[in-house]
C-alpha cells in the first residue's frame, strides 16, 4: 500500500487511518511499560510512544494512550507513581503479555519491583524510571501524558527492543 503525498494533503476528506498506521510503522519506536501497584495487585499498560529528552530542567518524557484505555484510568486515578520500564530486545513475549486483553495473566511469572510509591518497573530492562504525572492533554483519539522523571536506573548491558513495521525488532 502506498501513501501519496496528495492524500493527506486533500483538506475535504481525511486520511485513510489503515494508510496512516502503515506509514507511521516506518518509524521505530521504543516500546515500553507504564506500572504501579494498586491495592496491592501490578497494572500496567504498553506504549510504543514513548519519547524522552521532552525537557531536561524538569527532566520530562512522555507517552500517548488510546482514549480506549481501560487500564490508563487505574493508573492515572489510583497511582501517586508510575514506572516506565523500557523493555529489552528478550522481552518481546513479556510485551505480549502485558499488552493481552487478559488483564488476570498480564503479570503472572513477570518479575518486577514496586517502590514505596508504588512505581512498577519490570525486571531485566535496560532502562527503568521512578515518575510522577506532569501534564496530561487531549491529541485526537490519545491522549499526550508528561511524566517528570524522579529517578532512574540504567543497565548498560541490555539492548532496548522497537516497534518497527508493525513488528518487535532488537535494536543492534
Known amino acids: 500500500m502506498s501513501l501519496s503525498a496528495a492524500t493527506l494533503a486533500r483538506p475535504d476528506a481525511p486520511a485513510d487511518p489503515l494508510a496512516l498506521r502503515a506509514a507511521f ?15 496491592g495487585a501490578p497494572e500496567g ?3 510504543s510512544t514513548f519519547t524522552v529528552g521532552v525537557s531536561l530542567d524538569p527532566p520530562l518524557v512522555t507517552f500517548a494512550v488510546q482514549h480506549s484505555s481501560k487500564t490508563w484510568p487505574r493508573l492515572r486515578e489510583s497511582a501517586t507513581r508510575l514506572g516506565v520500564s523500557v523493555l529489552g530486545a528478550d522481552q518481546q513475549g513479556l510485551c505480549r503479555q502485558i499488552a493481552s ?12 519491583t514496586a517502590d514505596g510509591g508504588g512505581a512498577l518497573t519490570i525486571a531485566h530492562s535496560p532502562l527503568q524510571l521512578g515518575t510522577c504525572i506532569y501534564s496530561q492533554f487531549t491529541a485526537g483519539d490519545h491522549d499526550v501524558v508528561v511524566l517528570e522523571v524522579l529517578d532512574l536506573n540504567v543497565d548498560e548491558t541490555r ?6 513495521q508493525s513488528a518487535f525488532k532488537p535494536l543492534p
Open 25 to 39: 510503522a516506518q518509524f521505530p519506536q521504543g516500546v515500553v511499560v507504564v506500572g504501579a501497584e494498586i491495592d
Open 45 to 47: 499498560l504498553v506504549a
Open 101 to 112: 486483553k487478559d488483564r488476570a495473566q498480564r503479570f503472572t511469572g513477570v518479575e518486577y
Open 159 to 164: 539492548t532496548g527492543l522497537v516497534f518497527h
